[in-house]
Each structure stands twice: as structure tokens, then as C-alpha cells.
């Protein structure tokens, strides 16, 4: 369970039984713990072993973000759900995380660009959720802020080495920035929980975050000797209300077997 940190000012409590907040937390705690689980399929398959931990690493901070808000989230929603309940006994059409965290891994290009835009989106999220009303939100956006921070970083450096880097390495690059492009825009709609979050000093209005996350993305992929590329003839929609495609349903069924093959077990 997530505590306010000491020295922190006290704020206004947000009350048990405040659906709203429930739902806001649920929606950062999907997105946090199916990229977790996403990226921790590269240990072992990453081009180097110190990737391998890199990625573990970044997987193990959003795991950390997703235990603190679905803990929160179960708190305020008045079921007594526990974290584990959340994650592993929800069914898919319960899940709000957006497309984006859910797609199978890929090529590598294709995770640095998924990493550099949802790092950076992270980022301007929770700098703009530390005076969250929520003292939780508050403190798990104080710490993550500084983590993304770090995704992001690590991200921009993989982003550079391979867009300017050899032939083959620029082209999947950049094929890898068109492949995420489908998935982007779904991080920035303002979906009804996210407004109601915000008008209430709980959460930031998603489309507030744009211009910042693709100026800072846009200025990295100019100095990797890359496009930004701009054209797109779908874009992903739904997440936020259960809708998922197939790829979602077969991360879950990895993700939650053993402890619905066990219910009740620990170790």
C-alpha cells in the first residue's frame, strides 16, 4: 500500500467511496502494468544483457506506479478490491490502459519508439499530477516523475544511436516511429474520466499534455536524423472504455494464470 511520504504538506483527503478517483487511478494503473508486463518479455531477448536489465528495471518502476494506484483504486471504489484482485481477476473488458502499452513486442526500434513517446508522456502526466487533490496520485507522482524521467532518457539514447547509426538501424527506426503513430493520439483524448479528474483537481486534462510531449519527441527524432512522421490512416480508439484488440486477451491469459489456476495461493 502506497503512503503519503513524510514532510509532505497535507491536503484534502479525497473520501473513501469516491468513484471518480477510482476510476482516474485505474486508468494510470492499467497503462502502468500492462507496459510492465510488456516489457518484461525482453529479459533474455534484448541485443545485450545489460538491456536485459535496463528494460527489467523500467518494467519493475511501472510496476511499482501500478501497485500503488490500483491499490488506491481499490480503496476509493468501495469493493475492497486489493491490487491483486484488480490485476490479475478482471476480465479484458475491464482493463481501461490504452492500445498503445498493450501491442506484442516487436522489433526493437519499435519499443524505443513506443518507450521514448510513453516515457515522455509520463513525464509532462505526472509533473502535471504532483499538487494532484489526491494525496496519493501526489505521492506516486512525485517519485514517478523522476522515473519517467529516466524511461525517457534511456529511450532518447537508443532513438539516437540507431537513427543515425547504420543503414538497416535508420531504416527500422524509422519504420518503428510510423508503426507507433497509429497508437499516439489515443494518449491525448480527453476521455470523460480524465476531464471529470481534472475539473476536480484530482487529474490533468489529457490534450494539455500534447504539444509538450511531441516537441520534446519531435527534437530527439531530428537530432537521430529522422522524420516525425505525421500521416496516418487509422488511429486507435476504446481503451479507456474496455475496448482492446486480440493482442490484450493473450498478454492477460500470460499475466493472470497462474493466480487464477491458484486462487488464494502465495509464495
Not at 511499482?64 to 491490487?83: N, Y
Not at 506484442?104 to 521514448?116: I, K, N, Q, V
Not at 516523475?145 to 534511456?154: P, Q, T
Given at each position: 500500500m502506497t503512503t503519503v511520504p513524510l514532510g509532505r504538506d497535507p491536503r484534502p483527503v479525497v473520501p473513501q467511496g469516491d468513484s471518480l478517483t477510482a476510476a482516474y487511478c485505474l486508468h494510470l494503473g492499467d497503462d502502468a502494468l500492462i507496459y510492465a508486463q510488456r516489457l518484461g518479455e525482453w529479459i533474455s531477448r534484448a541485443?545485450?544483457?545489460?538491456?536485459?536489465?535496463?528494460?527489467?528495471?523500467?518494467?519493475?518502476?511501472?510496476?511499482?506506479?501500478?501497485?500503488?494506484?490500483?491499490?488506491?483504486?481499490?480503496?476509493?471504489?468501495?469493493?475492497?478490491?486489493?491490487?491483486?484482485?484488480?490485476?490479475?481477476?478482471?476480465?479484458?473488458?475491464d482493463f481501461r490502459s490504452v492500445h498503445l502499452v498493450e501491442?506484442?513486442?516487436?522489433?526493437?526500434?519499435?519499443?524505443?519508439?513506443?518507450?521514448?513517446w510513453f516515457a515522455t508522456y509520463q513525464c509532462e502526466l505526472y509533473a502535471a499530477l504532483v499538487d494532484s487533490r489526491d494525496p496519493v496520485v501526489s505521492a506516486v507522482a512525485a517519485k514517478a516523475?523522476?522515473?519517467?524521467?529516466?524511461?525517457?532518457?534511456?529511450a532518447e539514447q537508443w532513438v539516437l544511436r540507431l537513427g543515425d547509426g547504420t543503414d538497416e538501424s535508420h531504416v527500422r527506426m524509422q519504420d518503428s516511429l510510423q508503426a507507433v503513430l497509429p497508437y499516439l493520439a489515443e494518449l491525448f483524448d480527453d476521455d470523460e474520466v480524465s476531464v471529470a479528474a481534472a475539473s476536480a483537481g484530482v487529474g490533468a486534462l489529457p490534450s494539455a499534455l500534447h504539444d509538450a510531449v511531441v516537441e520534446r519527441v519531435g527534437d530527439v527524432v531530428v537530432r537521430a536524423t529522422l522524420t516525425l512522421p505525421h500521416e496516418v490512416t487509422w488511429r486507435s480508439r476504446g481503451g479507456r472504455i474496455g475496448v482492446h484488440d486480440q493482442s490484450m486477451g493473450h498478454l492477460l491469459a500470460e499475466m493472470q494464470h497462474i493466480a487464477r489456476s491458484h486462487p488464494g495461493a502465495s509464495w
Open positions: 541485443p545485450q544483457i545489460e538491456e536485459d536489465m535496463a528494460l527489467g528495471n523500467i518494467g519493475l518502476d511501472l510496476l511499482g506506479q501500478a501497485r500503488a494506484l490500483l491499490t488506491r483504486a481499490g480503496e476509493l471504489d468501495g469493493t475492497g478490491r486489493s491490487e491483486d484482485d484488480l490485476a490479475y481477476f478482471r476480465d479484458e473488458r501491442q506484442p513486442r516487436g522489433d526493437f526500434g519499435f519499443e524505443m519508439a513506443r518507450l521514448l516523475v523522476k522515473e519517467s524521467a529516466y524511461h525517457r532518457d534511456h
